[in-house]
């Protein structure tokens, strides 16, 4: 989400085929660790019943939203009700995604845990960023959230990021200083 929102912000074209959509972290990080040939696989679009995560989105209230398939990957399209706008805006989008220059946000929320958090740190050569529950010295790219649900995750990472996390700084440090930008980055870990 932190995408949509930020083109937006800047009133810039969406250039992400996954704005408007989620992932649970599982898929999220199997679909990083492999972007290319996922955004090359056919879209499959079934119905949130049809999800193997279909009892969280019915919990959730989002049993009417459609969800893609790649292989085994899924995503949730929250913003599309119509399955042929969300697979256009999909198809337009993959299109325009510039390779050079490529930045990864994850959320501790949506089934995260520590192993997935250890996996997302691990992917190389772009830049990323990580909200997380609590502080975590042991990482370079995460800034905690103070908007926890009940389960201890992450709650909203959509509204208030931009309250903890300096997103102009971020997008705006090339990816060969990006470790210099999260050594000035001194505030990011105060809240728990």
């Not at 800047?10 to 992932?23: H, I, M, N």
């Not at 949730?76 to 805006?89: M, N, Q, R, S, T």
């Not at 649900?149 to 990816?175: A, C, E, M, S």
Request: charged content about 25%; proline content about 3%; hydrophobic content about 35%.
């Amino acid at each position: 989400m932190l995408g949509g929102v930020t083109y937006e912000w800047f009133g810039l074209e969406k250039l992400s085929p996954t704005v408007g959509s989620y992932f649970f972290a599982e898929d999220y990080i199997r679909f990083l660790k492999n972007i290319r040939n996922y955004l090359s696989m056919d879209l499959r679009i079934v119905s949130a019943k049809e999800s193997r995560h279909s009892n969280i989105l019915f919990k959730k209230g989002q049993g009417s939203v459609p969800v893609v398939i790649l292989g085994d990957v899924e995503i949730v399209f929250l913003h599309y009700k119509d399955p042929i706008v969300a697979k256009e805006k999909w198809m337009r989008r993959v299109e325009r995604i510039n390779w050079n220059n490529l930045a990864y946000k994850f959320s501790y929320m949506n089934g995260c845990n520590d192993s997935l958090l250890d996996e997302f740190e691990s992917i190389q050569c772009v830049k990323k960023c990580c909200f997380v529950n609590r502080a975590t010295p042991q990482y370079q790219d995460t800034v905690v959230m103070p908007f926890l649900d009940k389960d201890g995750q992450i709650g909203d990472d959509t509204f208030y990021w931009n309250r903890h996390f300096d997103v102009v700084g971020f997008f705006n440090t090339p990816l060969e200083r990006i470790q210099e930008y999260w050594e000035t980055q001194t505030e990011r870990n105060l809240y728990k």
